[in-house]
């Protein structure tokens, strides 16, 4: 039996219905243009489905998936996809699958069938596998050139020694090329079915037509009696600690980081706030502060992705090798300051003012309305989270920002740094004196 339910978030009419055979479908029809945009999520299909020994299986999986089944060739899949104009594509993410298509309206019902038989019936040919497999290692081995990449890498490793957070969506050398064909059609059986399917559309598409067509084209999709696994996490504690690499390069990266609440938490809203302050723009404090007044900066910012396990929240700096010990100095005051100093109420608004009106500019395009709606979906956070979020930003005081603050840096933070061995060795001892220094004002 269906179930729908239609919601207005923010002037925008969200219409979700769940088919007989688990399927989860959302539109918003959009009449301005004759485009549908779709994305397919699975849940935790992404890495978060992924044991550490086959990190980067759902991201070679993505690559390859579009490269046959069953009844045609890559080539054909190619051809079809050209033909009409439209666009397909796969991808993975740290907590789900995702699979996008863009078409004109004539042409959806064509198109989704033929995401459908990609979907369900892969061959994941062998040559396909080895190709992506040698591209992938090419791409990993590039990021091992790469200061940031190397820094952002190890101060994952260290936040999450055991979780599959603590590593790069795309793997390891050693992983990558141990994964086989035979793994990619395990993880397809166990996570491609449709009670773990969210199919979230906008477009010019009534929502009658929408289910029409999602119901043509994977209604006979039964989900198999096994239940659908949940992955087996560990628990994350905070346990920092400081990881350096020495690299001929022009600066040094550095990297604060503090494991911080998922998405799920009531501290979401607050820490958003807290990123989009310190981080976002030129008129972010951590640009101007260290930047524009100390001139400490090639590059700054702040970082605190959205998850559903335990996130990080990192702030960085690209300097002058010779400014590393300053550089984790300033940033270290930067956080303290959040736990000691509430912001102004006109810093406050601020912050909120770009943060809403940033995420109400993501939600412009066919493509990202699906994706945001369809993402809250798949997190398990419902579309009324949309409106909720703002709300909760918005209501955010200078008192709740600073008791945030608070609960997740007046601790050492995880330390991460790449550059010239004379700026990132030799002198940890006395960085963490001063971060010790740093914690104990601030308690």
């Known amino acids: 039996m269906q179930q729908t339910i239609e919601l207005t978030q923010q002037n925008q009419q969200v219409h979700r219905t769940v088919l007989d055979n688990g399927i989860t479908v959302l539109l918003v029809e959009n009449s301005a243009a004759d485009i549908i945009s779709g994305r397919i999520f699975l849940k935790n299909a992404g890495a978060r489905g992924e044991s550490r020994k086959k990190a980067g299986l759902a991201h070679l999986l993505s690559t390859v998936l579009t490269k046959g089944t069953q009844q045609l060739s890559a080539e054909e899949i190619a051809d079809r996809v050209e033909s009409v104009g439209a666009g397909l594509g796969a991808d993975a993410a740290a907590d789900y699958f995702l699979l996008t298509l863009k078409t004109v309206s004539a042409d959806f019902s064509e198109v989704l069938q033929l995401l459908a038989e990609i979907m369900r019936s892969p061959t994941f040919p062998e040559a396909e596998v080895e190709l992506e497999r040698n591209f992938t290692l090419q791409d990993i081995r590039q990021a091992q050139e790469q200061p940031f990449s190397v820094a952002f890498d190890q ?12 590593v790069s969506l795309i ?91 998922s998405v799920h938490n009531a501290d979401y809203p607050a820490l958003k706030l807290l990123n989009n302050y310190l981080g976002n723009g030129l008129s972010s404090r951590l640009f101007v502060e260290l930047r524009e007044k100390r001139g400490l900066a090639y590059e700054v910012s702040a970082v605190y992705p959205t998850r559903l396990d335990p996130s990080q929240f990192v702030v960085y700096m690209g300097t002058a090798p010779e400014n590393t010990d300053t550089a984790v100095a300033g940033l270290a005051q930067e956080l303290e300051r959040l736990c000691t100093t509430p912001l102004t109420p006109e810093e406050l608004k601020a912050a909120q003012n770009k943060l809403l009106g940033q995420y109400a500019l993501g939600k412009q395009s066919n493509a990202q309305i699906a994706q945001i709606f369809g993402w ?39 330390l991460s740094l790449v550059g010239p061995a004379g700026a990132v060795e030799g002198q940890g001892e006395q960085r963490s004196r001063g971060t010790e220094e740093q914690r104990s004002r601030g308690k």
Not at 155 to 166: A, E, K, N, S
Not at 212 to 238: I, K, M, Y
Not at 380 to 397: P, Y
Request: net charge negative; proline share 10%.
């Open 376 to 414: 809250y979906e798949t997190l398990g956070l419902g579309i009324e989270f949309d409106t909720h979020f703002q709300q909760n930003v918005a209501n955010v005081t200078p008192e709740m920002a600073q008791q945030v603050a608070r609960r997740y840096f007046q601790i050492e933070p995880y």
């Open 155 to 166: 101060l994952r490793q260290g936040m999450y020694p055991h979780h599959p957070y603590g």
């Open 171 to 261: 793997g390891t050398e050693e992983t990558v090329a141990g994964l086989t064909r035979a793994e990619m059609q395990q993880y397809h059986q166990t996570y491609f079915r449709p009670d773990n399917l969210v199919i979230s559309l906008s477009g010019r598409l009534t929502p009658e037509e929408a289910t029409t067509v999602v119901e043509r084209v994977f209604g006979d999709w039964q989900f198999p009696n096994a239940p659908l696994p949940s992955p087996q996490l560990p628990a994350l504690t905070p346990h920092p600690c400081q990881k350096s690499t020495p690299q001929d390069t022009q600066q040094s990266i550095v990297m604060l980081g503090y494991l911080a609440s």
